[in-house]
RNA sequence: GGUCCGAUGGCCGAGUGGUCAGGCACAGGUCUGCAAAACCUGCUACGGCGGUUCAAUUCCGCCUCGGACCUCCA
């Protein structure tokens, strides 16, 4: 079996991934808070997670991957207030909004997606187990729990409780007993949405709910846990010790993965900024923009900051436009070790802390394998390189190149559909056969005209000994 | 102020104690009626200063710059 490996928050080190049950892998992702369109921002941690399930997938039996959708949140509130809309219609149509652009995005849904509405009873268990721990205490109609009766507290961000109030930029509420004591609950006026709870009506604190969804869906303890750096405190530290001083564990999830900030002119991208992109901005560039933004997150690896720039999205494009058609250049072939090889081989960097670039890095040289061998030209200086020696005929390389892009989630389209879809292409084809007949005849002004008409519609022409070939630009 | 991360060629972006990343752009070539596409060749980089070492872009220290986090944040 594969071993993967994954550099571990926790523990600030790459390592071995060795699961709870190698039969049964577990995955909790923080999901999104609905109240507005998902931005660049939020895309990432989905993309990449995204690999990272279809990874796990296919290295293991069975995984389940949870990813949940918070929707009671007190910015889902304000949200409320301001637009006059109710709470219900602005979380379900954001909840719709945000499937429909992860799925152009390519990111397959999750195996289960919890919602935090869905889940109160377990919140209140959750908070009830910290209370009688010792762990948590009822004020003024709030239940907080005592960072201080935790002693690991701060060890998953690296930081200790007196660095944390030292630079803390928060009014500390009265009725706290240490300044570091989060909310788990808290109550909710006639306005706000509330649920019934022993400690009267109120709405559940940010984190409590990941920890409740989490144990209600993968258990006390599990493999995996995903999300933006800038979850890393406070609350997955928070998530954690409401997690192990509920159920008295050692850890909550073994691992710990982190993917980095995607930065617009170099400054994180965020709704406080309002220097945020939405999807919904780049889908607007044309179908194209969703696999081309993927391929973008997936060329960085996930765990450094990524500075979105949209010469870097039209370059994303172009790769996906060369890799179509190559796709759509090779023939069909059967399965053949040979292809199983090189896909296994570009797939290899994945297993080493999910190393995307360098695995697109070979998709790009299967491509060449490809070309060389449909196309023709010489594979001699990539196989020297690559220190390989293949020979694999027309179609063998572009059939690994996809077996391997499918674990990355691109260029599983069709590639004319992807070239040469969009408006009807009857009028293309004329101009193309009024061509070939001025190029039979020799008349190389009238079939270099229709060639720049062409052009100035979009569309390009490739000649070829099997011949002529077009796309849209 | 505290904690952490990063700095690679015109741009993007892997990686490594000593032989190659890769892509884009650019230049030349093969092919083509000319192009385009494809293939080939070139473009020999690792922020600064010290240290360890036979050898440092890679390890260590300091510095500079940039970014993230310090209870809204993916």
């Not at 979380?91 to 152009?104: N, V, Y």
């Not at 044309?286 to 039209?314: C, K, M, N, Q, V």
């Not at 040469?420 to 101009?431: K, L, M, P, R, V």
């Amino acid at each position: 079996m594969t071993q993967l490996r994954f550099h571990n928050s926790l523990t600030r080190r790459e390592e071995e991934f060795r699961p709870l049950d190698p039969a049964h892998v577990k995955l909790y992702v923080c999901g999104p808070t609905v109240y507005d369109l998902a931005h660049l921002g939020n895309a990432r941690p989905v993309v990449v997670f995204d690999v990272l399930a279809r990874l796990l997938r296919r290295v293991f039996p069975r995984v389940t991957y949870a990813r949940n959708i918070t929707d009671v949140d007190d910015k889902i509130n304000a949200r409320a207030r301001e637009s006059g809309e109710p709470i219900s219609a602005i979380t379900a149509r954001t909840t719709a909004d945000f499937h429909r652009d992860m799925a152009a995005l390519g990111a397959l849904p999750p195996d289960v997606e919890p919602t935090a509405t869905g889940h109160i009873a377990e919140m209140i268990a959750l908070t009830e187990k910290l209370i009688a721990r010792g762990h948590a205490y009822a004020a003024e109609g709030h239940v907080l729990f005592s960072v201080g009766s935790f002693p690991d507290y701060g060890k998953l961000s690296g930081r200790n409780q007196e660095e944390l109030l030292a630079g803390a930029r928060i009014d500390v509420a009265p009725y706290k007993r240490d300044p570091g004591d989060f909310v788990l609950w808290k109550p909710s006026d006639d306005e706000t949405p509330g649920w019934d709870s022993p400690w009267g009506r109120g709405r559940p604190g940010w984190h409590i709910e990941c920890s409740a969804m989490s144990w209600r869906h993968l258990g006390q303890q599990f493999d995996i846990h995903g999300g933006g750096a800038d979850l890393l405190f406070p609350h997955h530290e928070n998530e954690v010790a409401q997690s192990r001083a509920a159920f008295g564990t050692p850890f909550m999830a073994h691992t710990w993965l982190h993917n980095g900030m995607l930065l617009v002119n170099g400054e994180k991208m965020s709704k406080s900024l309002g220097n945020f992109l939405t999807v919904q901005d780049i889908l607007a560039q044309g179908p194209w923009a969703g696999e081309a933004f993927r391929l973008l997150l997936l060329r960085t690896h996930y765990r450094s900051a990524l500075d979105y720039t949209e010469a870097g999205l039209i370059e994303a494009k172009a790769e996906l436009d060369d890799s179509y058609a190559m796709l759509g250049r090779a023939p069909a072939v059967s399965d053949t070790p040979l292809i199983t090889e090189m896909a296994e081989w570009a797939l290899e960097p994945l297993v080493d802390d999910l190393n995307t670039p360098l695995a697109i890095a070979r998709l790009r040289d299967l491509r060449t394998l490809e070309n060389s061998a449909t196309v023709g030209g010489s594979a001699a200086a990539v196989l020297s390189r690559i220190g390989k020696a293949w020979q694999p005929v027309p179609g063998q390389a572009a059939a690994a190149f996809r077996e391997a892009a499918a674990v990355l989630g691109l260029a599983q389209g069709d590639p004319r559909a992807w070239l040469q879809g969009g408006d009807d292409a009857s009028a293309i084809e004329a101009a193309i056969a009024a061509r070939l007949a001025a190029r039979a005849a020799k008349n190389w002004a009238e079939a270099d005209r229709i060639r720049a008409e062409l052009l100035a519609q979009g569309v390009v022409l490739e000649d070829g000994p099997g011949g002529t070939t077009w796309k849209r630009a």
